[in-house]
């Protein structure tokens, strides 16, 4: 069955820091990927998405995702957080042989601190 | 650029009544569906609908939930007798289908006292 791991439930950086979130997923076939940003009392938004070709995706805000389908991963990256980037991240696989369903991760919660 | 609309963004009910979660998805969207997010925890699937039927649904769209798609631009959600643990927020999502992303509503608060 298809699952998505987000390991980090709760990171803090500094406010300019890099940062890295990490996602496993487990899929049979080439999964299309997706990661949604969640801020407070807000629905969804889709910061990239991930189909085929260059395994490394640019979504909006500056942030990057990259593919390696050796590590089963789809790791979300920003250069220098901003306090704005505080929110919940969500990794999401999606299936497309079975009525469209899309996958979620638990979640990980991201602090900015300044 | 357009976007799916949930009514209303906070629902209150009492327990054993029925609630309907009203969603406007994008118009020219082709698969709909239903999630909820229990507070603190994952986003969790509940329905996909598809050409005016459920394509897929998960354990937790029980006999209490239906969705229905009344007009053509509306895709509701109803919960017929509610329980405390339906509270969660419930969002609405709709894609074109095939690789293409989720886009979701706001998300509409039910809480269930």
């Known amino acids: 069955a298809q699952s998505v791991t987000q390991p980090d439930i709760h990171i803090t950086v500094s406010e300019g820091a890099s940062l890295e979130l990490r996602c496993n997923y487990s899929?049979?076939?080439?999964?299309?990927l997706f990661w949604y940003v969640q801020s407070p009392g807000q629905g969804l938004q889709l910061l990239l998405k991930y189909f085929s070709g260059d395994t490394l995706v640019q979504g909006i805000k500056g942030f990057e995702a990259e593919f390696k389908r050796s590590q089963s991963s789809f790791n979300l990256r920003k250069p220098s957080v901003h306090w704005s980037d505080a929110a919940e991240y969500f990794c999401a696989v999606g299936e497309v042989l079975t009525g469209n369903q899309f996958y979620f991760g638990t979640g990980t919660s991201l602090t900015v601190i300044p | 650029e357009p976007e799916v609309t949930q009514t209303p963004s906070h629902q209150v009910t009492q327990m054993g009544q029925e609630v309907i979660l009203r969603c406007v998805p994008i118009?020219?969207?082709?698969?709909f569906y239903w999630y909820r997010q229990i507070l603190g925890q994952k986003v969790e699937f509940l329905v996909s609908?598809?050409?005016?039927?459920?394509?897929?649904k998960s354990e937790i769209f029980d006999d209490q939930f239906s969705v229905e798609r009344p007009d053509g631009s509306n895709f509701t959600l109803k919960i017929r007798s509610t329980k405390l643990e339906d509270s969660a927020m419930y969002f609405c999502?709709?894609?074109?289908?095939?690789?293409?992303?989720?886009?979701f509503g706001n998300g509409t608060r039910l809480t269930v006292t």
């Open positions: 999502a709709s894609s074109l289908g095939g690789r293409t992303p989720l886009h």
């Open positions: 609908f598809y050409n005016n039927e459920i394509s897929e």
């Open positions: 899929y049979g076939a080439t999964p299309y």
């Open positions: 118009s020219n969207h082709l698969y």
